[in-house]
T-cell receptor, first 114, second 115 residues
Framework: QKEVEQDPGPLSVPEGAIVSLNCTYS??????FMWYRQYSRKGPELLMYTYSSGNKEDGRFTAQVDKSSKYISLFIRDSQPSDSATYLC??????????????FGQGTILTVHP | DTAVSQTPKYLVTQMGNDKSIKCEQN?????MYWYKQDSKKFLKIMFS???????INETVPNRFSPKSPDKAHLNLHINSLELGDSAVYFC??????????????FGPGTRLTVL
């Protein structure tokens, strides 16, 4: 079983829809939770990160972390065609030997059609 | 302007050959990484160097050898290339700050195809 599981999709939604992307994980040591967006033939770029549990909002994007359930989500409101990309969740521990070691989910391919 | 750059962008080669990928970052970061992304988009860390010292070395065949001549450069040399090495290889960098979040910045990737 992988440490981080993410539904690979693909997910296809109409413009304006609310999108929900999710990951589950098994490692209790994970403290930082990130969402990366990767456009086709490009490198991943950080969208948002959250430390420990809770919600974080940035414009149309909301990240949620529920450590008790080992479950994280990314919500995209009013989705746009420009949101079409692969979304990767990533996690890491707080420090020590885990420094810098990101563990990724396998990515969800999202297409927003006009 | 480019923060993390990689060369070459595309690499097509025959099985058994030896090849190198170069990475450079101009962000002043002290830590650099190599990741491998397979055809299903799964991204997995391979190596990490902090101030030229190897700090992360995942289970990777010893045909892969990273080298960090200085903090701004991290190269990846692959010997005896195999079909299964075909993937996109990403370099990344970050500045380690103890107890704080350290964002990793990724390069554009090198698409390696082994024939």
């Amino acid at each position: 079983q992988k440490e981080v599981e993410q539904d690979p999709g693909p997910l296809s939604v109409p413009e304006g829809a609310i999108v929900s992307l999710n990951c589950t994980y098994s490692n209790s040591a994970f403290q930082y939770f990130m969402w990366y967006r990767q456009y086709s033939r490009k490198g991943p770029e950080l969208l948002m990160y959250t430390y420990s549990s809770g919600n974080k909002e940035d414009g149309r994007f909301t990240a949620q972390v529920d450590k008790s359930s080992k479950y994280i989500s990314l919500f995209i409101r009013d989705s746009q065609p420009s949101d079409s990309a692969t979304y990767l969740c990533a996690m890491r521990g707080k420090g020590g030997t885990s420094y810098g070691k990101l563990t990724f989910g396998q990515g969800t391919i999202l297409t927003v059609h006009p | 302007d480019t923060a993390v750059s990689q060369t070459p962008k595309y690499l097509v080669t025959q099985m058994g050959n030896d090849k190198s990928i170069k990475c450079e970052q101009n962000l002043g970061h002290d830590t650099m990484y190599w990741y491998k992304q397979d055809s299903k988009k799964f991204l997995k860390i391979m190596f990490s160097y902090n101030n030229k010292e190897l700090i992360i070395n995942e289970t990777v065949p010893n045909r892969f050898s990273p080298k960090s001549p200085d903090k701004a450069h991290l190269n990846l040399h692959i010997n005896s290339l195999e079909l299964g090495d075909s993937a996109v290889y990403f370099c990344a960098s970050s500045q380690i700050r103890l107890g704080l979040y350290n964002e990793q910045f990724f390069g554009p990737g090198t698409r390696l195809t082994v024939l």
